[in-house]
């Protein structure tokens, strides 16, 4: 059985105390801005709170930027490290416009690829799509949405594509099927017969929703703060969103007869802003509760 120590019992209970009165963004906010007044700022730190708090909207794309690697550790450097950024990102666009290898009618996504083929060298006289290429556009399409200006929305998709590659969420998907039954039989019992009886658990779109950590399939706005979480180091979230994308669509599924209908149902991507918004909400709930984060 888990049992919380006294700290514990007594930072939840606060934690539970600052919900209700609406005060959990500003003591987060106040954690958050204690951690970046380090001139050497501690990544584990940023992973705990990214964990443990709703990242600020204001503070996110900083955030991402330390825990990615885009911005070193040391403060003092950050402006100087923009600034050779926003050179090279300059340099690389500059260059594939005198090749005409993007024009006014390229989309964002592409024209992150085509930066990043020629920046590590593999940007030939033909261009040919690789495997690896979709996988990248629907990380950049996200960023790009999510991003301030295109030289975040570069390296933003670059380091993001480079860490979700890295990490490869399918490697636990047994786990994580494991994750996906345990808590629908205890949400949902007769939802999941239903399903298991078309054999759908065992033919969710991994792919889309593991591998591309649900880029494109859940509304850009709502998905940073699944991937607040990813980036720190939690990756067993996932599992939980798809729980809740199945406990979102229960009506639909219900009337659904064949694996091949619910497949279609589920693939109907990406989901407005407001579905997404309650799966993630959700699913995040679901997350803190399942997994008894402090």
């Not at 996110?60 to 950050?78: C, D």
């Not at 690896?132 to 390296?155: E, G, L, P, R």
């Amino acid at each position: 059985m888990f049992h919380m120590s006294d700290d514990s019992s007594r930072r939840n209970f606060r934690v539970t105390y600052y919900d209700k009165v609406g005060c959990r963004s500003a003591i987060s906010e106040k954690a958050l801005v204690a951690i970046l007044k380090d001139e050497v700022i501690e990544q584990k730190k940023l992973e705990s709170f990214c964990i443990r708090f709703p990242v600020p909207a204001s503070y996110r794309m900083l955030i991402w930027k330390i825990l990615l690697n885009i911005l070193p550790i040391h403060q003092q450097s950050h402006k100087f490290v923009m600034q050779q950024r926003k050179d090279q990102f300059d340099d690389l666009q500059r260059a594939l416009v005198v090749m005409r290898k993007i024009n006014d009618q390229t989309s964002p996504s592409e024209t992150c690829l085509r930066m990043y083929l020629l920046e590590t060298g593999e940007l030939g006289l033909q261009f040919f799509s690789a495997p690896w290429h979709k996988f990248f556009c629907s990380i950049a399409s996200a960023v790009n949405d999510m991003a301030d200006c295109s030289v975040t929305a570069y390296w933003l998709s670059v380091y993001m594509y480079k860490f979700f590659n890295n990490v490869n969420y399918l490697k636990y998907n047994h786990e994580f099927i494991d994750v996906i039954v345990t808590t629908l039989k205890k949400e949902n019992i007769k939802l999941f017969h239903h399903i298991e009886t078309l054999h759908l658990i065992d033919n969710l779109p991994i792919v889309s929703w593991y591998k591309h950590a649900f880029a494109e399939v859940l509304h850009s706005d709502p998905l940073e703060k699944i991937w607040d979480v990813l980036l720190g180091q939690a990756p067993r979230i996932l599992p939980y969103v798809a729980v809740q994308i199945l406990l979102t669509h229960e009506i639909k599924l219900f009337q659904l007869d064949s694996l091949a209908k619910c497949l279609s149902l589920l693939n109907s991507v990406p989901y407005s802003h407001d579905l997404s918004d309650i799966i993630v909400s959700k699913s995040t709930d679901l997350w803190l509760r399942m997994e008894k984060i402090p």
